[in-house]
């Protein structure tokens, strides 16, 4: 997974909902299961959380009726951060697009403008 994909992901995640624990406004996407334990950087091990909570769980375990209850809300969740997370990496490829192509008009002027200054070229 890229970063900005990962990035992507998180920034979905945050817009999901309020924090999984406490339900103050979310800032941060926790790792149910840490990824020092094995859990990975997916929709279905991500919660919403604010940024207390996810600090002070850090990568502690938290206990299995928590774990469970989070699980089932990052399953339900899901489809619609995958959703989401891919609308953000889409729009961001365009952007770069969008500037490459700009970055690349730019080079052909700096490149082709003398030669056309001077009538060496003609319809370029």
């Known amino acids: 997974m890229l970063a900005i994909e990962k990035q992507n992901l998180h920034r979905a ?3 999901s909902g309020p924090c999984f624990y406490c339900g103050a406004k979310a800032k941060h996407a926790d790792h149910i299961d840490a990824k020092v334990n094995g859990g990975g950087c997916k ?3 991500l919660i919403p959380a604010c940024a207390s909570c996810n600090c002070s769980k850090n990568s502690r375990p ?3 009726q928590t774990r469970k209850a989070a699980k089932i809300q990052a399953f ?4 619609d951060i995958v959703e989401v997370a891919e609308y953000l990496n889409a729009k961001h490829v365009a952007k770069r697009k969008s500037e490459a192509g ?3 008009a730019r080079l052909i002027d700096f490149i ?8 060496l070229l003609v319809g370029i």
């Open 43 to 45: 929709a279905e091990n």
């Open 13 to 15: 995640v945050v817009l």
């Open 76 to 79: 339900i969740n899901a489809p």
């Open 102 to 104: 700009k970055d690349m």
């Open 112 to 119: 082709y403008k003398p030669l056309r200054d001077r009538g």
């Open 62 to 64: 938290i206990d299995e």
